[in-house]
C-alpha cells in the first residue's frame, strides 16, 4: 500500500514536470476562453454557438498542422458580471488562458476587459454592443469585432428618422448596454432632425413587457426604440403586436435583432422589421458555405448569428498574427498591435481593419424581415435594404474618446 | 389617472399567472407538504405540450387547455409515485431538493434541444384583436387570462374547501392512519393532488403560451417571484395564494409605472416584510 503510493506520487511528479518542460520548450501552445451566456437569455445569439464557431476558427486556420497546440475552454457568465470577472481571473491564473472571446452582455464585457488588461491577455469582443469598449474604456488588449451600439443608432435609428419616424420613445433595458444603446441612438435621431419624447428602463430579463408598451403607446412618439436583445426583444415585439402597437400606427424599431430572433418570432410576427445587422448568412458564396457547415454542427441547427461570425473572423484574424509573430503566445498586447498591423480579410465580413482603439470595422447593412409570402423556407429572413459603407458604421477616429489616441 | 387605469388592469392579467401557480404550489404544500420546486419547470412543459400538439398534431388552442394540464399531470404524477413517495414524513429540505434538481434536469433537457430564444405559439382566432376600453386598449386575449384563470382559481379553492372529496383531502393531510381507516385510499388521493397542482401549473404555462415564447427558461424567470408570492400569502392557504397572486400582481404593476427599475424586486421587497411582521405570512396558520 505505501509503496504503491510513493509510486503513483513519483508517477504524477514526473508527469507533472514533463508537462511543464513541455510547455516551456514549446511556445506554441495557445488557450482560448469562450465566455458568454450559456443558459440564459443570450444563449442563442451567443453561447454554445459561439464555441463552436471558434473551434472551427481553429480547424480552418490549419495552426494545429503546423505545430501549434490550441486548446479552448467555455465559461457560463450568467449574465452577471462579478461571475464574468472571477472566471476571466481563473482563466488567467490557474488555466492560463490567453485569449477570451465572445461575452455578450456590455456590463460583463467592461469587468471583464479590465481583468484582460491587467493581464496582458486579449479580448476579441463579439457579442457585446456598448460602444464604450473602443471609446472611453479602451484597453491596448481588447478587439472589437462585428457591431456596436454606434453601429446600430446609425444604422436604424438615423434611416428610420429620415424616413418620417422624427419622435421616439425608448424602451431600455437597464444595464451597460442599454444606456449606451439609448445614448448612442438618441445622439443619431437628433442628428437627424428628430426628438426624444421620453423612455422606460426595464429590468434585464423581464417577461411582461406590457405596461413599459402601454407608456411607450401614451407617449405617442412615432418610433418605439428597443434598446434590448434577445429574449427581451422577441417579448417586446410580440406583445407589442397583440396591445395594438404596430397596428395603431406606431412603428417599432428593434435596435439590435438577431437572426434567432427573428425565427423565434416567426415571420407573421417579424415582417416589417428594419434592423442593422454586419453579416447575414445568405450574402454570398461564403457566407453561405461558412453557414452550412456552422448549421450541420450546431445541436439545434441555428443558422449563425453575427456574434457567431464574429467569434470565428475575430479569431482567423488572431491565428493570422501568431503566424506572422512565429510563436510565443503570452503577450497580449504585442498580439493585438500586430492585428491592428494587418488588414482584415475574411470570407464573413469581407476587407477592413482595425483602428487603434481596436475597433474593427467593416460594412454594416440595413435589413428589413420578410414578409411570410417573400420567404422561400426556414431561414430565409431578410431582405437588404441598403449597405452603410465601414466608414460610416462605426465612430469615427476622430471622435473617439479612446486614451490610446491622445499619443 | 388613465394610465393609472390601464396598469391597474395589466397588473391584474399578471397577478392571474401569479393566482394559477401559487395556487398550485399551496394545494400541493398543503397536502403533501412538499416545496415544489419543480413547479416551473412544469408550467414550462405545459406551454412546450401546447406547442407540440399544435405543430405535430395541429390540436388547436382549446384542446391544449385540456390536454396538457392532462399530460403534464400525469408526467407529475409518476415523479410522486416514483420519487417525491419516498420523501413522506422526512424534512421538507429533500423534497426542496429533489424537486430543484428535477427542475433543472427538465429544464436543461429542454434548453437543450431548443435553445433559449424560445418557439412561436400564436394567439387563436377567436381571441385576437382587442377592444378600446377608453383609456387602453385591452387585447382580448388578457381578458381571456383574467377571467378564466380567476374560474379555475376559484373552482380549485371550492373542489378542496366545499366538497366531500376536498374534506377527505384534508382530513388526509390532518390524520393518514385514520382516514385509511375508513377504507380511503390515502396514497392515491395524494398522486392525484400533485397531479392537479401539477395541471393548474401546465394550465398556467398553455395561458401564457400565446402571450410569451415557449420558452425552456419560462418557468424558471417566474418561479421565484411565484415562491415570493406564496410565502407572502402564508404557505398552504388555498384562498390565501389566490388573493396574494392577483394583489402583488397589481402592486408589480404599479410599480412598473412609477419605478420601472425596481419592479423585478417589489415583490421580494414586500416578502422581506411580511416576514419580518407576520413569519406565517398574511393568512398562514402558525405551524
Not at chain 1, 470570407?347 to 481596436?358: E, H, M, R, V, Y
Not at chain 2, 428535477?102 to 387563436?124: E, K, M, R, T
Not at chain 2, 425596481?262 to 413569519?279: D, G, H, R, Y
Amino acid at each position: 500500500m505505501k509503496t504503491k503510493s510513493i509510486a503513483s506520487l513519483l508517477l504524477t511528479t514526473a508527469l507533472t514536470l514533463a508537462a511543464a518542460s513541455l510547455a516551456h520548450a514549446d511556445d506554441k501552445v495557445v488557450k482560448i476562453g469562450a465566455l458568454s451566456d450559456q443558459s440564459g437569455l443570450y444563449a442563442d445569439l451567443g453561447g454554445p454557438g459561439s464555441t463552436l464557431a471558434a473551434q472551427m476558427a481553429v480547424e480552418d486556420s490549419g495552426l494545429t498542422g503546423k505545430g501549434w497546440k490550441i486548446d479552448i475552454i467555455a465559461g457560463d457568465h450568467q449574465n452577471k458580471p462579478d461571475i464574468g470577472v472571477n472566471i476571466a481571473r481563473q482563466w488567467f491564473d490557474v488555466d492560463k488562458v490567453d485569449v477570451i472571446v465572445d461575452v455578450p452582455n456590455s456590463g460583463v464585457a467592461l469587468a471583464v476587459s479590465n481583468i484582460v488588461k491587467e493581464k496582458n491577455g486579449i479580448l476579441l469582443n463579439s457579442g457585446a454592443g456598448t460602444s464604450d469598449l473602443t471609446n472611453s474604456q479602451c484597453t491596448p488588449n481588447t478587439i472589437h469585432w462585428t457591431y456596436d451600439t454606434y453601429t446600430l443608432a446609425h444604422g436604424t435609428g438615423s434611416a428610420l428618422t429620415k424616413n418620417g419616424g422624427d419622435s421616439w420613445f425608448f424602451l431600455t433595458a437597464d444595464y451597460a448596454f442599454g444606456a449606451a444603446l439609448e445614448r448612442d441612438t438618441t445622439a443619431a435621431v437628433q442628428a437627424a432632425g428628430g426628438k426624444v419624447l421620453g423612455g422606460v428602463k426595464a429590468p434585464l430579463s423581464t417577461a411582461d413587457f406590457s405596461s413599459f408598451l402601454l407608456q411607450a403607446q401614451a407617449s405617442k412618439a412615432k418610433i418605439i426604440g428597443l434598446a434590448n436583445a434577445g429574449a427581451d426583444t422577441t417579448n417586446s415585439i410580440k406583445q407589442a403586436a397583440e396591445f395594438g402597437i404596430t397596428s395603431g400606427g406606431q412603428k417599432l424599431a428593434a435596435l439590435l435583432l438577431f437572426i434567432t430572433d427573428v425565427h423565434s418570432l416567426g415571420l407573421n410576427t417579424a415582417q416589417g422589421l428594419n434592423f442593422t445587422e454586419t453579416f447575414y448568412w445568405d450574402m454570398n458564396d461564403g457566407t453561405r458555405a461558412f453557414a452550412k457547415r456552422f448549421q450541420e454542427r450546431m445541436k439545434n441547427h441555428n443558422m449563425p448569428t453575427m456574434v457567431h461570425a464574429g467569434v470565428y473572423a475575430s479569431l482567423s484574424h488572431y491565428f493570422k498574427a501568431l503566424e506572422a509573430l512565429g510563436g510565443n503566445p503570452h503577450d497580449g498586447a504585442k498580439i493585438v498591435a500586430k492585428m491592428k498591423e494587418i488588414p482584415t480579410d475574411d470570407a464573413l465580413f469581407g476587407k477592413g481593419s482595425i483602428q487603434p482603439n481596436g475597433r474593427t470595422i467593416h460594412p454594416a447593412y440595413l435589413f428589413e424581415v420578410k414578409k411570410p409570402s417573400e420567404s422561400k423556407g426556414p431561414w430565409d429572413y431578410y431582405k437588404l435594404v441598403s449597405t452603410i459603407p465601414a466608414d460610416e458604421a462605426f465612430t469615427p477616429l476622430d471622435k473617439s474618446t479612446c486614451p490610446l489616441l491622445k499619443k | 389617472m388613465q394610465a393609472l387605469y390601464a396598469q391597474l388592469l395589466v397588473g391584474l392579467i399578471n397577478g392571474s399567472f401569479y393566482a394559477l401557480l401559487s395556487l398550485g404550489l399551496a394545494v400541493i404544500f398543503g397536502m403533501l407538504n412538499i416545496i415544489n420546486f419543480a413547479h416551473g419547470a412544469l408550467y414550462m412543459m405545459g406551454a412546450f405540450v401546447a406547442y407540440f400538439l399544435l405543430n405535430l398534431f395541429g390540436i388547436n388552442y382549446w384542446w391544449a387547455l385540456l390536454i396538457s394540464p392532462l399530460v403534464v399531470g400525469i408526467f407529475g404524477m409518476i415523479l410522486e409515485r416514483t420519487m417525491l413517495k419516498w420523501l413522506t414524513g422526512l424534512d421538507h429540505l429533500y423534497g426542496l431538493l429533489l424537486t430543484f434538481g428535477l427542475a433543472l434536469i427538465i429544464q436543461g433537457v429542454f434548453q437543450n434541444y431548443f435553445g433559449s430564444s424560445g418557439l412561436p405559439y400564436s394567439i387563436p382566432d377567436q381571441l385576437r384583436g382587442g377592444m378600446n376600453l377608453g383609456f387602453m386598449f385591452l387585447p382580448i386575449y388578457r381578458g381571456w387570462v383574467v377571467v378564466f384563470s380567476l374560474v379555475v382559481c376559484l373552482a380549485t379553492w371550492f373542489l378542496i374547501e366545499r366538497t366531500r372529496l376536498g374534506a377527505y383531502l384534508r382530513a388526509a393531510t390532518e390524520n393518514p392512519t385514520l382516514v385509511r381507516a375508513f377504507g380511503i385510499n390515502v396514497p392515491r388521493m395524494i398522486t392525484l393532488t400533485y397531479g392537479l397542482g401539477v395541471g393548474l401549473a401546465a394550465l398556467a404555462g398553455v395561458l401564457s403560451a400565446p402571450i410569451n415564447q415557449v420558452r425552456p427558461l419560462m418557468g424558471a424567470d417566474l418561479i421565484i417571484v411565484v415562491f415570493a408570492v406564496v410565502v407572502i400569502g402564508g404557505m398552504g392557504s388555498i384562498m390565501g395564494s389566490i388573493i396574494t397572486g392577483f394583489a402583488l400582481g397589481v402592486i408589480e404593476g404599479l410599480t412598473k409605472y412609477f419605478y420601472p427599475e425596481a419592479s423585478n424586486t417589489v415583490v421580494f421587497v414586500l416578502m422581506v416584510l411580511v416576514l419580518l411582521v407576520k413569519p406565517t405570512g398574511l393568512t398562514g396558520r402558525a405551524a
